[in-house]
């Protein structure tokens, strides 16, 4: 089914020349606009903070777009379409008197779209200026991530979005949950009796999410030391994943079907508590060597706190207490300057009940589904056939059945996931967005965890910039008798 192309909307871009708009909103909205997906009616209002000429602003932005836009992809007659819907204003977010410029700026008859692409404190200020000018009825407010750093401090993000807008009308956004792989997901399990008859604790035996960074903190420490790998990383982009993963089949595609399976996960999942907190391996790279250079450790990087006890990586296994799943472990692992970029989840088959070939073999006897979100985007199904010959005997191999999106769509364009998220948003749709109880109900989870890390008083155990991380972490599959897929 074809897109549909959007009415006319106005998007107010709060923090525009920040490095999340430069380096990912406006190429999306760019490939929007060379995909025809944009109405010829809508309008981009870049608003920042940054006092400047609003021509040199919009000169900001077009040179972003030529850095980061392919060759083939930098089609000049639609960069000046695009930069002609631009108009670029600077003002104070949480200054009442800086939004009649704004209002003023609105002229399209259709939705307001104000994202938020600004620090999650000053969401509320945004919410009560845009709903004192009148400009709250026909309004979709998105907020990046995070949504706080905690239960209660998410809590009262929410409550002052919520004083404003109607859940209805606010899109929380994990770009994670954009990916075409990820969207796949829903297709793989619910229109395949293949797999979803499969899909329990009598069928597989565990489950692997791994979202491997090669990067370090990137000039981020203020943010990062703050937050760490669980906030950054785990409380939203692995637990949404195993949400997708785990939950049960929505009665439809709407919205909030497949939000209330999502928030039944998250309230099934094993509380990971001090007696259980050895569970959880958190580490912090030292020294060593990515992708063919010296780089350095987490506590010397520029503005580095020497003292600091802020994991980079964090590795964990939980279970999720439902018919469905119980039993099952489920491996998370998310770190920085790990040996690879890698997003990716591994669901492991059980074996058959009987065995009956060479037992030399036996450990072959495993069929693996593999989901890469990147570096390129794939399903794989690993299944046991014969090898092939005269003098092989029943001698077996594992091959995977693959479909590699790169590959085998050669001439359609994967899109990036803010591609998606904002034709989404456009279109009203909500399903990619996620709801204010899952992130109340993911937070709940993570801080529990969290408390349970800080009653050890561990110091994150260190590992090499460039390795898979703390050995530790291999012991903690390894101890049930299993590796993580694909380390080498």
Same mark, same amino acid.
């Given at each position: 089914?074809? =897109?549909?192309?959007?009415? =006319?909307?106005?998007?107010?871009?709060? $923090? =525009?020349?920040?490095?999340?708009?430069?380096?990912?909103?406006?190429?999306a909205?760019?490939?929007l606009? &060379?995909?025809?997906?944009?109405?010829? $009616?809508?309008?981009?209002?870049?608003?920042? &903070?940054?006092? $400047?000429?609003?021509?040199?602003?919009?000169?900001?932005?077009?040179?972003?777009?030529?850095?980061? *836009?392919?060759?083939?992809?930098?089609?000049?007659?639609? @960069?000046?379409? !695009?930069?002609?819907?631009?108009?670029?204003?600077?003002?104070?977010?949480?200054?009442?008197?800086?939004?009649?410029?704004?209002?003023?700026?609105?002229?399209?008859?259709?939705?307001?779209?104000?994202?938020?692409?600004?620090?999650?404190?000053?969401? /509320?200020?945004?919410?009560?200026? *845009?709903?004192?000018h %009148?400009?709250?009825?026909?309004?979709?407010?998105?907020?990046?991530?995070?949504?706080?750093?905690?239960?209660?401090?998410?809590?009262?993000?929410?409550? =002052?979005?919520?004083?404003?807008?109607?859940?209805?009308?606010?899109?929380?956004?994990?770009?994670?949950?954009?990916?075409?792989?990820?969207?796949?997901?829903?297709?793989?399990?619910?229109?395949?009796?293949? !797999?979803?008859?499969?899909?329990?604790?009598?069928?597989?035996?565990?489950?692997?999410?791994?979202?491997?960074?090669?990067? %370090?903190?990137? %000039?981020?420490? $203020?943010?990062?030391?703050?937050?760490?790998?669980? &906030?950054?990383? @785990?409380?939203?982009?692995?637990l949404?994943? *195993?949400?997708?993963?785990?939950?049960?089949?929505?009665?439809?595609?709407?919205?909030?079907?497949?939000?209330?399976?999502?928030?039944?996960?998250?309230?099934?999942?094993?509380?990971?508590?001090?007696?259980?907190?050895?569970?959880?391996?958190?580490?912090?790279?030292?020294?060593?060597?990515?992708q063919?250079?010296?780089?350095? /450790?987490?506590?010397?990087?520029?503005?580095? #706190?020497?003292?600091?006890?802020?994991?980079?990586?964090?590795?964990?296994?939980?279970?999720?207490?439902?018919?469905?799943?119980?039993?099952?472990?489920?491996?998370?692992r998310?770190?920085?300057?790990?040996?690879?970029? @890698?997003?990716?989840?591994?669901?492991? !088959?059980?074996?058959?009940?009987?065995?009956?070939?060479?037992?030399?073999?036996?450990s072959?006897i #495993?069929?693996?589904?593999?989901?890469?979100?990147?570096?390129?985007?794939?399903?794989?199904?690993?299944?046991?056939?014969k090898?092939?010959?005269?003098?092989?005997?029943?001698?077996?191999?594992?091959?995977?059945?693959?479909? #590699?999106?790169?590959?085998?769509?050669?001439?359609?364009?994967?899109? +990036?996931a803010?591609?998606?998220?904002?034709?989404?948003?456009?279109?009203?749709?909500? #399903?990619?967005?996620?709801?204010?109880?899952?992130?109340?109900y993911?937070?709940?989870?993570?801080?529990?965890?969290?408390?349970?890390?800080?009653?050890?008083g561990?110091?994150?155990?260190?590992?090499?910039?460039?390795?898979?991380?703390?050995?530790?972490?291999?012991?903690?599959?390894?101890? +049930?008798?299993?590796?993580?897929?694909g380390?080498?």
């Amino acid at each position: 089914m074809p =897109a549909i192309i959007p009415e =006319a909307v106005t998007l107010a871009l709060f $923090g =525009a020349q920040g490095d999340l708009a430069l380096r990912k909103l406006f190429p999306a909205l760019y490939q929007l606009d &060379r995909a025809s997906l944009l109405h010829e $009616g809508t309008r981009v209002l870049a608003l920042s &903070r940054r006092v $400047g000429d609003p021509q040199a602003h919009k000169a900001r932005i077009e040179q972003a777009l030529r850095q980061r *836009l392919l060759r083939h992809e930098l089609d000049e007659r639609i @960069l000046e379409r !695009f930069c002609n819907r631009l108009d670029c204003l600077t003002m104070d977010f949480q200054c009442a008197t800086d939004y009649e410029a704004l209002k003023s700026k609105i002229t399209t008859q259709g939705p307001l779209i104000a994202y938020c692409a600004t620090p999650a404190k000053v969401f /509320g200020a945004i919410c009560e200026h *845009l709903a004192a000018h %009148g400009l709250a009825e026909q309004t979709r407010i998105v907020l990046e991530k995070p949504i706080g750093h905690d239960l209660r401090s998410s809590q009262l993000i929410n409550e =002052a979005v919520a004083r404003h807008f109607p859940e209805s009308q606010v899109y929380r956004i994990d770009h994670y949950l954009g990916k075409e792989t990820v969207q796949n997901l829903i297709a793989l399990r619910f229109a395949n009796s293949l !797999f979803e008859t499969q899909w329990d604790q009598h069928h597989i035996s565990h489950v692997e999410i791994t979202v491997a960074e090669t990067v %370090g903190i990137e %000039g981020r420490w $203020g943010y990062f030391d703050q937050a760490g790998q669980m &906030r950054d990383m @785990l409380q939203n982009h692995l637990l949404q994943l *195993l949400c997708l993963i785990a939950m049960d089949p929505p009665s439809d595609l709407t919205a909030d079907s497949i939000r209330d399976e999502k928030v039944k996960v998250l309230k099934a999942l094993a509380p990971i508590t001090p007696e259980h907190a050895k569970q959880v391996i958190r580490g912090q790279y030292t020294a060593g060597f990515s992708q063919g250079k010296a780089v350095p /450790g987490y506590l010397e990087e520029e503005q580095a #706190n020497s003292n600091s006890t802020t994991e980079t990586f964090i590795a964990l296994r939980t279970e999720i207490r439902n018919w469905r799943w119980s039993g099952v472990p489920f491996y998370l692992r998310t770190g920085k300057r790990m040996a690879q970029k @890698l997003s990716q989840i591994v669901i492991h !088959f059980k074996e058959p009940p009987f065995y009956i070939f060479a037992p030399e073999q036996r450990s072959l006897i #495993n069929n693996r589904l593999i989901i890469r979100l990147q570096p390129d985007e794939c399903i794989a199904l690993h299944v046991m056939t014969k090898e092939q010959g005269l003098d092989k005997g029943m001698q077996l191999r594992r091959g995977p059945l693959q479909l #590699n999106f790169s590959e085998a769509y050669q001439s359609v364009r994967i899109p +990036d996931a803010y591609e998606r998220l904002l034709l989404e948003v456009m279109q009203g749709n909500q #399903n990619l967005f996620v709801r204010k109880d899952e992130v109340e109900y993911a937070w709940r989870w993570c801080d529990q965890l969290m408390a349970s890390c800080t009653c050890l008083g561990d110091r994150p155990k260190a590992y090499s910039a460039g390795s898979w991380g703390p050995m530790a972490s291999i012991a903690l599959i390894t101890q +049930d008798g299993r590796s993580w897929y694909g380390d080498f």
